[in-house]
């Protein structure tokens, strides 16, 4: 099993040694996450606003779009961070839609705590399963895959709702925030089968998310006339996709 995150595991234990041994395993885990997004943000595998984010080699890449409503300041925050936990196959996708007068700022909390807190969880997680002799990896990796990262989740969120609550700069007793990860607000005025139609037929795919915001925008105005618009973001990922020369633009 742990074969199969080696290369996060190496990539941990490399930087937990710069880190020094008089430290406490949750102050390292922090730490050597801090590191991970730190290059991340470097080498551009990390996107936090509108934009594209296209990982030089890979086969995939990310269009994300992001626009106010007219409820006052945008609460919406996302994130697209490629190979995720140094795993050049994995892509976390995290949209934070803040909601009550301190939302936007609980939103921005979640989006810079909860990646970095999933990967310390998802560690701590793989070491337990490990240590169960019970645990067969090989006998159904999807399942034992997604029970893992279900308890990571879990623990995450308890984390991160602690977090919350200690941070005294939030009020987060009348402010909060839902944390998604697939396009949100969009589906209120434009079914699945109509985003799924607008994506795919916008010749630009790098201009995919914002064209279905405009489209959901368009839909809202005509559906809902007299409601005041919600902020609508839309990240929309690309898999297996011939290679991508388009050049990052968060215009």
């Not at 609460?75 to 995720?84: A, K, P, R």
């Not at 996708?93 to 989006?111: E, L, S, T």
């Not at 090989?138 to 969120?157: A, G, M, P």
Request: net charge neutral; aromatic share 8%.
């Amino acid at each position: 099993m742990m074969g199969h995150f080696s290369t996060l595991l190496n990539g941990l234990a490399s930087l937990s040694i710069k880190k020094g041994r008089n430290r406490c395993g949750d102050d390292i885990g922090r730490d050597i996450t801090e590191e991970m997004a730190k290059e991340a943000k470097k080498n551009g595998s990390m996107l936090r606003s509108s934009g594209v984010v296209h990982v030089q080699g890979s086969n995939s890449f990310s269009s994300v779009f992001t626009r106010r409503g007219e409820k006052g300041v945008n609460q919406d925050c996302l994130i697209v961070w490629e190979e995720f936990g140094c795993q050049e196959d994995m892509t976390f996708c995290g949209m934070f839609d803040g909601h009550g007068p301190w939302g936007h700022f609980v939103a921005k909390q979640v989006r810079k705590s909860m990646p970095m807190a999933l990967l310390c969880k998802w560690q701590d997680t793989l070491a337990l399963a490990s240590l169960d002799p019970d645990f067969d990896w090989e006998s159904d990796k999807n399942l034992n895959r997604f029970d893992v990262w279900k308890k990571s989740y879990i623990k995450t969120c308890a984390a991160v709702d602690q977090e919350l609550e200690e941070c005294r700069e939030i009020d987060t007793f009348h402010s909060g925030t839902t944390a998604l990860t697939i396009v949100k607000q969009v589906w209120d005025v434009i079914s699945n089968q109509e985003a799924v139609d607008i994506v795919s037929s916008t010749p630009d795919r790098g201009k995919a998310a914002k064209n279905l915001v405009q489209c959901a925008v368009r839909a809202w105005k005509r559906k809902r006339r007299g409601i005041a618009m919600d902020d609508i973001s839309a990240i929309c990922i690309f898999f297996h996709c011939p290679t991508f020369s388009h050049k990052i633009d968060s215009s």
